[in-house]
């Protein structure tokens, strides 16, 4: 767009957005966007990519804590994978609508490659070196946050405006399917392989994703140049979502919920040991990882299927009490038995309130501005967590988790009443 004052998208889109973000959405078909090749290229090869990066997710936080002992630092190496989506989410979403993508993409898949096959090395080592870990894992983070919102943007622009709910719920579904097969995978390769060997096949999943944007057809450019000051530009996705009631309510809520509620993602190894009794790093473990984000995976499934078509403004918010329900309830629970259904109907109601708030954002959108509005969802989602789970790893040494739990289903709860989408016309 020429300069920050034509940001806003033409009318015609923004009776479009009206209509499909500010009314129920319909119904589709949850996989229609694979018929699309383009979206088929690209979303398989960031999947087996996605895999890859769960799969060493979950192996390194085990890692961390069997190597330090310390839950703390256990914490901060979240940090170092999530957090800086929080900071750089919003950077890597005006680059995604300016730069070349394909360019873009590819260079910071290769970043992230040579970083994954660095902290490979530096695990296989014989006196491996807790803060090369976390430097390691730092340069893989800075690397996914600048390229995550570039992604998030690319693949709704490969259909169909008609199959954009189908879009979206596919690439919930490839976060939530490559989190449980890659904790999975790495649980059942941990057996019989080393960490460093472990790292190494995450390393060479990027060669998947490299391959899939390259060959994929898709305009490099979105936007047309601007003669706006790259800090204007940057600070353009802020002006738009605080000048929109929609944007600036869902981002506001997920930024709270992700702070607040979601620490319990990031010290799911501390949640393990004190709570369950399980030894990390374990097959069990993996399992109650693994089942935690098969919940998420069948309800990015089933809210991009089958409730399309329900009122979305009473689903998001009766999903805030669910949520918090069901957090409480594993805070407390102590049987490993019984943590594997509280995981699993945790993980939905976690992934139902996400998806349906990411698809009624996303079909609010306008393309032009699709990747600065992405960057700051995944900072509010995605970056927002680890920052609030290291706060979290700090607070471990005066209080318990359990009580940290309690805490968020609390909020949760508060959010219920803040966000009232039919406030700005969701229905």
Known sequence: MAGDQKIAWSEESAVCASINGCKTVKRHDATAALRNPQFRIVWLGTFVSSIGTWMQ?????????????NPWFVALT???????????SPIGGILADILNRRKFLVGLQLEQLIFSVALAFAASGKHPNQWVIFSCALMVGIGNALSAPAVASLLPTLVHREDLNSAVSLLATQYNLSRVVGAMTGAALLSVLDFGTLFTINAASYLFAIISIVIAKYPAHVSEPSSSSGLLQLFSGF???AADPLIRRVLLTMMIFSFFSLTFVGLLP???TDNFG?????STYALLYSVYGLGALVASVTIGSFLTGRAMARLIRGSFLVF???LACYALIRRIELAFPAGFALGFAY???VTSMSMTLQAHLDDSIRGRISGLWMMTFNGTVPLGSLIAGVSLLFINVTVLMLF???VAVLLAAYCNLSKVGVD
């Open 57 to 69: 997710n979950v192996v390194l936080g085990a890692y961390v804590l069997l190597l330090t002992g």
């Open 78 to 88: 979240f940090f170092a994978c999530m957090g800086p989506q929080l900071f750089l």
């Open 239 to 241: 002006k738009i979502a």
């Open 270 to 272: 501390v949640i393990a």
């Open 278 to 282: 399980v030894h990390v790093p374990s």
């Open 324 to 326: 918090a329900a069901l």
């Open 351 to 353: 992934f139902s309130l």
């Open 408 to 410: 968020g289903a609390f």
